[in-house]
Nanobody, 121 residues
Framework: QVQLVESGGGLVQAGGSLRLSCAAS????????MGWYRQAPGKQRELVAI???????NYADSVKGRFTISRDNAKNTVYLQMNSLRPDDTAVYYC???????????????WGQGTQVTVSS
């Protein structure tokens, strides 16, 4: 059993900051990529940022220069620091990770339950 638990969402004014956290727990053998997706009302889920096990990162164009993804491998935790937030950042943010469970050969993709981020104008 593997779980991803997110925290840190909330309501913030435009221009403000929030920090999201996502901790993976359970029978974890290894974790490859960890990342964040978001889904706004009436829109498809989209990639926000991803952090590979090798340390490389990738961002959606809309968040480049404003959001920073980081990872603490010892804690199996990924963070998303969001600065200069805009109303169009409003969405449910989901944590995502490719995890190989102990005793398994291949990895599976896991999702967190989602955390609401609302940016008021």
């Amino acid at each position: 059993q593997v779980q991803l638990v997110e925290s840190g969402g909330g309501l913030v004014q435009a221009g403000g900051s929030l920090r999201l956290s996502c901790a993976a727990s359970g029978s974890i053998g290894s974790i490859k990529a960890m990342g964040w997706y978001r889904q706004a009302p009436g829109k498809q889920r989209e990639l926000v940022a991803i952090h590979t096990s090798g340390g490389s990162t990738n961002y959606a164009d809309s968040v480049k220069g404003r959001f920073t993804i980081s990872r603490d491998n010892a804690k199996n935790t990924v963070y998303l620091q969001m600065n200069s937030l805009r109303p169009d950042d409003t969405a449910v943010y989901y944590c995502n990770a490719d995890i190989r469970r102990i005793g398994m050969v291949f990895s599976d993709t896991y999702w967190g339950q989602g955390t609401q981020v609302t940016v008021s104008s």
